[in-house]
């Protein structure tokens, strides 16, 4: 922990306490929410950060699309437009946000909508779309929205339980916030974790009678596609590449294509970072650019796809897979 976060801890606790008071005023109805008679599932998490929202999403569309008619709401980050916009191929990240692009993209059958308003965003997509399912990317704090079904992402090397509220720590709201989730998985998890590592961080987490736990892991695949062409990774092996990354930790990634034996030069931005034109024609002049999926969706307007690639990743479980699709299969099947 830096100096400064240290410094400005009186800060981290009075809006640890202003956000107590909030969420109790919502829980004991003082403040109003918003309940739906239909299933709406809101993927979240209590820090800021990446903990694999996006893979979720994308995990359950997977298993949902086929049997169920679903929309996924987000807020839209990054973009430069305000308001409620159904979001098409066609758009560019700078109107939709690069998630919601990235979820269209790759699934066609979905509705995906942006709105910073989710009250709004969800009237909207019922009055005009009827979906049977919402997901709601990234909304646990979002209390005007009650979501019938809650999950909530926890990072592997980052628990919620050992952080602390912002600005000291990474916290949007005190741990206790974790009560509202009824489905908590621990994400980007070495795929080989011991028994004996998720059983510890069982007890470190300290369930609900009423909360299920999960573990999953970051699947890589061994080659980088751009839409049409695949390359193999081995195939990269002593070429000239330049990784382009602006997503909370890519850590992992570097990781992965380290251990592929993959040579690069990083290009690290923030999340969700909005490239300018000089950076764009930095990058441009790359003989061969690897980025996250995210990325390029947001690079693929400027970048020539003839030299822009990304890594395809899919999130998977340690294992209860079944048990996880079961529980959300049988809370659609019940609200």
Known sequence: MSILRKFLFPFALMYGLVMLIRNLLYDLKVFKAMSY?????????????????????????????????VATLSRGYGRKTKGFKLVSIADSATNVGDEPLQFKNKFRDAIVAV?????????KLREKHNPDLILLDDALQHRKVKAGLNILLTKYD???????????????EP???????????????????????????????KLR??????????????????????????????KEITLVTGIANP???CEYLNASMISFQHLKFPDHHNFSSEEIKKIAQSKLVITTEKDFMRLKGDVGLERLFYLPIKMKFIQNTDSFNKAIKSFILNA
């Open 158 to 172: 980052d628990l919620y339980q050992d952080d602390f509220m912002l600005p000291t720590g990474n916290l949007r």
């Open 251 to 253: 850590d992992s990634l």
């Open 37 to 69: 008679s239909f299933p709406v599932i809101c993927v979240g998490n209590l820090s800021v950060g990446g903990t694999g929202k996006t893979p979720m999403i994308e995990y359950l569309l997977e298993l949902l699309l086929p049997d169920n008619k």
């Open 115 to 123: 709105d910073e308003n989710r009250r709004r965003g969800i009237a």
């Open 209 to 238: 009678n009423y909360q299920q736990l999960f573990f999953s892991y970051i699947s890589y695949n061994d080659y980088v596609f751009n839409g049409t062409k695949e390359i193999g990774l081995q195939e990269l092996i002593d």
């Open 175 to 205: 741990v206790v916030g974790a009560g509202r989730a009824k489905i908590i998985v621990v994400t980007k998890c070495p795929y080989n974790i011991s028994i004996e590592k998720q059983e510890s961080i069982r007890s470190q987490l």
